[in-house]
């Protein structure tokens, strides 16, 4: 069992408005930083490494990565889920969503989950 204890503090000084949170293919932590509109990269010392997404995000809340490295993000206000290089953070893909997008979930069989806010819903998408 955990006790809840803070053992590390991350990110303070670029993280605005934090959502959501996802472990990368080699350990590194990817968070959603939905003021800044981008996902911020630290490794597991909590060192900020890279963003991804500059300038492509509108806001963002969710974030997931698949097993190919690649990083996808639940985009609130641009109604859909973007697809991130995992590296670089260049767009790969739009998936439009029906709905305002929260957070999202790729299994290891490559199936896509979203739930959205408007309307309140659990969906699978293509």
Do not use: M, S
């Given at each position: 069992l955990r006790t809840g204890?803070?053992?590390?503090?991350f990110g303070r000084q670029v993280l605005r408005d934090p959502?959501?949170?996802?472990?990368?293919?080699?350990g590194d932590l990817l968070v959603v930083s939905s003021g800044s509109r981008l996902v911020q990269v630290?490794?597991?010392?909590?060192?900020?490494?890279?963003?991804?997404g500059q300038g492509l995000l509108r806001?963002?809340?969710?974030?997931?990565v698949d097993g190919r490295g690649r990083v996808y993000?639940?985009?609130n206000e641009a109604g859909a889920i973007e697809v991130l290089d995992g590296e670089i953070g260049t767009r790969l893909l739009s998936i439009p969503v029906p709905g305002r997008p929260r957070g999202v979930l790729v299994t290891r069989r490559g199936e896509i989950f979203v739930t959205t806010d408007t309307p309140p819903a659990l969906l699978q998408i293509t």
């Open positions: 204890e803070t053992i590390g503090v959502f959501g949170i996802a472990v990368g293919p080699r630290f490794d597991r010392d909590g060192n900020a490494q890279r963003t991804l806001h963002p809340y969710g974030v997931c993000v639940a985009d």
